[in-house]
């Protein structure tokens, strides 16, 4: 008589090592897709920021011509808005900052050279330098 032995598995426990690597690639993948959504929205962040000063400062450079009959002259700048007009009654400034969020003074020009616009406004955005694509505008902002 033959006997036949059977060998029955015992269960492991734990993962094998291919498992664990897909579970890795899987974990990576999700990060690298969190780091590349998260990453620019501080840039984004000061571009909507900017944005928002900008329009703010439209309205008071419009309050500014009210009460003085004219807007700031170019080499005045926007600094004539921190200022209050007192003779005017007017206790608190116009603004209470004119810069940026990268920390730079926003652009002023009396003469607007856009069409339908009194002034211009602008920051240099992120990098600095004005008169490329990362500009933020009063001309483009749509005011």
Do not use: C
């Not at 036949?4 to 291919?18: C, H, M, Y």
């Not at 920021?49 to 008071?60: F, S």
């Not at 009460?67 to 700031?72: A, V």
């Not at 900052?97 to 602008?122: C, L, M, N, Q, V």
């Amino acid at each position: 008589m033959t006997e036949v032995i059977s060998i029955e598995r015992k269960p492991r426990a734990g993962f094998t090592l291919v498992e664990i690597m897909v579970v890795v690639i899987i974990i990576a993948m999700i990060a690298g897709a969190v780091i590349m959504n998260v990453g620019d929205a501080p840039d984004k962040a000061g571009r909507m920021l900017a944005g928002a000063d900008i329009a703010t400062i439209e309205t008071a450079l419009k309050s500014y011509k009210l009460d003085h009959g004219h807007y700031p002259e170019s080499e005045d700048g926007l600094k004539l808005l921190l200022e209050p007009a007192p003779e005017r009654g007017q206790t608190e400034s116009y603004v209470k900052s004119i810069a940026d969020p990268w920390k730079r003074e926003y652009h002023y020009r009396i003469s607007s050279t856009h069409k339908g616009h009194s002034f211009d406004i602008w920051s240099a955005g992120p990098d600095g330098e004005s008169g490329t694509s990362d500009d933020i505008t009063s001309w483009k902002n749509g005011s």
